[in-house]
């Protein structure tokens, strides 16, 4: 059965203050990993797509990278507009749903 | 910028009622899915649909749910006979050309 844990639950930084976010799965084939951001009581944003370890994706202050058994998404010197909940989620091969983790809630204090 | 929409944003019913939540995904993508997310929790997947036929669902969609593409612009999920349990946010998304999928804003479902 394909499995996402993330850690830590909850993350609260100082602005400016980098770090990381760690997404591991289990799955039998991956076709993807997926990142996205969730604001409180609206729809995951897609943020990035990763294929194949050793892989990385970088957007503003975001760079996600991808191993054979986890996933981290490091966020560089935040701002407080970056407190959201991060998701990430994986799709087997052959396979049309996502399975989702619990997400990281990053509060980033000014 | 294309993107998902649903509607209602927020819906109330009854227990036992049906209801109808609507999805309009983006105009040139084929492969559609539902999914919902219970307070607190993970999002869930639902069930996957494309070529006007589902393709996967998942134990949680059971013969209380089902899913139509009535036209060529909305994609629904109705659900026969709502129960407690089924107070959640559901979430509509569509699929881009690199597996990637797009979430409209949410229905929030709350079933008294």
């Known amino acids: 059965e394909d499995q996402v844990t993330q850690s830590p639950e909850a993350l609260r930084l100082q602005e400016g203050e980098s770090s990381s976010l760690n997404c591991s799965y289990t799955v039998s084939g991956l076709r993807g990993l997926f990142w996205y951001r969730q604001d409180p009581g609206k729809g995951p944003e897609f943020l990035f797509t990763?294929?194949?370890a050793g892989e990385e994706k970088e957007k503003e202050r975001l760079k996600a990278t991808l191993t054979k058994k986890e996933s981290f998404l490091h966020i560089t010197a935040p701002k407080p507009e970056d407190s959201a909940t991060y998701l990430c989620?994986?799709?087997?091969?052959?396979?049309?749903?996502?399975?989702f983790g619990p997400g990281t809630r990053l509060s980033v204090l000014p | 910028e294309p993107e998902v929409t649903q509607t209602p944003s927020h819906q109330v019913t009854q227990m036992g009622q049906e209801v109808i939540l609507r999805c309009v995904p983006i105009s040139n993508h084929l492969y559609f899915y539902w999914y919902r997310q219970i307070l607190g929790q993970k999002v869930e997947f639902l069930v996957s649909?494309?070529?006007?036929?589902?393709?996967?669902k998942s134990e949680i969609f059971d013969d209380q749910f089902s899913v139509e593409r009535p036209d060529g612009s909305n994609f629904t999920l109705k659900i026969r006979s709502t129960k407690l349990e089924d107070s959640a946010m559901y979430f509509c998304?569509?699929?881009?050309?690199?597996?990637?999928?797009?979430f409209g804003p949410g229905t929030r479902l709350t079933v008294t």
């Open positions: 989620a994986v799709q087997r091969n052959y396979g049309q749903n996502f399975v």
């Open positions: 990763l294929y194949s």
């Open positions: 998304a569509s699929r881009g050309q690199a597996y990637e999928q797009y």
């Open positions: 649909f494309y070529n006007n036929e589902i393709s996967e």
